[in-house]
């Protein structure tokens, strides 16, 4: 079984900031990754109802990390379970997990990647195009090759050869379109 992917907004990192959100659908689990800032929540809401779906749909929020950026818009999501590097969160209940592994759905995963940040964490879709990994360890297919936030550069090269070893079809990153990576992709 796969699910399927679909880039709702893609990010960019200049003058003015966006996270690049992204809708993942696996049977009942419908998930959004990093709904943070963007010009327009309609960027976000909007693509959705193409899918069929209404924010109340969404089952899963994942943030890669806890910067607004990934973060600021996650309320528009109503019913959703929230993920991060330790805990799910819904409601007033906070669940006490570790992400390394844990599974949304048969084709989506949690991995824990520091690097952008030291709590960063992946999302691992096995989707018709193949593995498709969902990170903030590339801001863009264009770089910077070296993160400028990234607390620990030997961290983020780690997380990088981890994620690149795992031989994905694509990466979506932070803040920019889905790419291939190939032997120039930055580690």
Request: hydrophobic share 45%; net charge negative; aromatic share 4%.
């Given at each position: 079984m796969t699910a399927s992917f679909h880039v709702l907004t893609t990010g960019y990192a200049?003058?003015?900031?966006?996270?690049?959100?992204?809708?993942?659908?696996?049977?009942?689990?419908?998930?959004?990754?990093?709904p943070g800032m963007v010009a327009d929540r309609r960027l976000i809401l909007d693509p959705l109802a193409?899918?069929?779906?209404?924010?109340?749909?969404v089952t899963d929020v994942i943030f890669s990390h806890h910067h607004p950026d990934h973060t600021l818009n996650a309320?528009?999501?109503?019913e959703a379970r929230f993920h991060d590097h330790m805990a799910i969160y819904q409601?007033?209940?906070?669940?006490?997990?570790?992400?390394?592994?844990?599974?949304l759905s048969s084709s989506i995963t949690l991995m824990t990647t520091p690097?952008?940040?030291?709590e960063?964490?992946?999302?691992?879709?096995?989707?018709?195009?193949?593995?498709?990994?969902?990170?903030?360890?590339w801001w863009t297919a264009e770089g910077p090759a070296d993160d400028p936030f990234a607390p620990d550069r030997d961290q983020l090269r780690a997380a990088r050869e981890k994620?690149?070893?795992?031989?994905?079809?694509?990466i979506v990153p932070g803040h920019g379109a889905p790419f291939v990576p190939s032997s120039s992709t930055p580690l």
């Open positions: 200049d003058t003015r900031v966006a996270g690049t959100v992204t809708l993942l659908v696996d049977d009942a689990t419908v998930a959004v990754v990093d193409p899918h069929g779906l209404a924010p109340e749909d309320a528009l999501f109503p409601d007033d209940v906070w669940e006490d997990r570790n992400a390394d592994g844990y599974r690097g952008h940040t030291a960063d964490v992946s999302t691992l879709v096995t989707a018709d195009e193949g593995l498709v990994v969902l990170t903030h360890l994620v690149l070893a795992l031989g994905p079809a694509l």
